[in-house]
């Protein structure tokens, strides 16, 4: 045996105290399995990074979904009725019409306001999580993001037949002269 072979077999041995144990050290959300919604669920996606909006649509093409996109709010409302989406992922800071402003519409209107929406933004700051659950956002997801976070936000808004359902709260109601802050 060459020394590059001893030196590689020192590495790739496994103590004697871990030999008998079972390879069970691979992280737990690998182990379990993933829960998607049914097959061609419709989400819209309205986020003005063509990057974000990418991954996000190939995250979601891959276990099935169908994506529309739109890279400001104004569009992405103009493409709900056409679409009818059932899961939308709505960014807060956008040109034009914020993230806010768009959510405030989808909740008022009769025709998509049980939509779930997952907002989503590349702030720290907490206060805009309080925002947006105080407005009636189902969820809400910082950027960067994961593949694991992306479908642990959907799965968290799957009723017994895998369609992504409206979290009820009180904030559900949303006032007509709303003082959230409009970045």
Do not use: C
Not at 77 to 102: K, Q, V
Request: proline letters at 7%.
């Amino acid at each position: 045996m060459g020394i590059f072979d001893q030196f590689k077999a020192l590495f790739n041995s496994e103590p004697e105290e871990l030999s008998d144990r079972p390879r069970s050290w691979e992280p737990e959300r690998r182990s379990q399995e993933r829960i998607n919604a049914r097959e061609g669920t419709r989400v819209l996606i309205i986020d003005d990074s063509i990057t974000v909006v990418t991954v996000i649509k190939k995250f979601l093409r891959s276990a099935g979904y169908e994506t529309f996109e739109a890279l400001d709010a104004e569009a992405g409302l103009g493409l709900i009725p056409e679409h009818t989406p059932e899961l939308i992922f709505l960014d807060i800071m956008l040109p034009g019409m914020n993230g806010f402003a768009a959510l405030r519409a989808i909740r008022r209107d009769p025709l998509t306001r049980d939509i779930p929406v997952i907002m989503m933004s590349g702030n720290e700051q907490a206060v805009e999580q309080f925002y947006v659950a105080r407005i009636g956002a189902d969820d809400f997801m910082k950027k960067p993001f994961s593949r694991h976070e992306l479908f642990f936000r959907i799965e968290r808004l799957l009723d017994k037949d895998f369609v992504p359902r409206r979290v009820k709260s009180v904030s559900d109601t949303v006032p007509e002269h709303s003082t959230e802050p409009v970045d």
